[in-house]
């Protein structure tokens, strides 16, 4: 079974990383780029019966190791 | 406009800090993780007149700086 989780930083902390290659496609020439967040997804292969089971489990892994919930905060795709 | 890339390294490539995740996963209990990758996700949020112009422009910005053509492939979303 295959899941995927996006962890990003919770909206209102400051992402620096984004803010940088914001900057830096504004300086090639992608000016219409308004807004620019950058985050980890994190792509698991992972023995479960069942989807649900396999999301449960994910889930479980993000909130023991994956996220850090006081800045971040993930979704399981 | 909403635009979501996906960065991750080229399978063959040997991910340093997935490893590490699955690991400490692994030490963590979740011993059913087969396989783990850790990449990045960029959400860029552009003004572009339609849904294909902006995937053209990311497509663009991933060719130019956000992914590394030598050891990266990425995905627009």
Redesign the interface.
């Known amino acids: 079974m295959r899941v995927r989780v ?1 962890v ?1 930083l919770k909206p209102g902390i400051l992402d620096v990383q ?1 803010a940088a ?1 914001k900057r ?2 504004m300086g ?1 020439g ?1 000016t ?17 019966p069942t989807a649900a089971q396999a999301r449960a ?1 994910a889930d ?2 993000c909130r ?3 996220a850090n919930p006081v800045l971040e905060e993930y979704t399981i795709e």
């Open positions: 996006l990003r984004g290659v830096a496609l090639l992608f219409e780029v308004a807004d620019l967040r950058v985050g980890k997804v994190i792509e698991v292969e992972l023995d479960a489990r479980e892994m023991r190791l994956l």
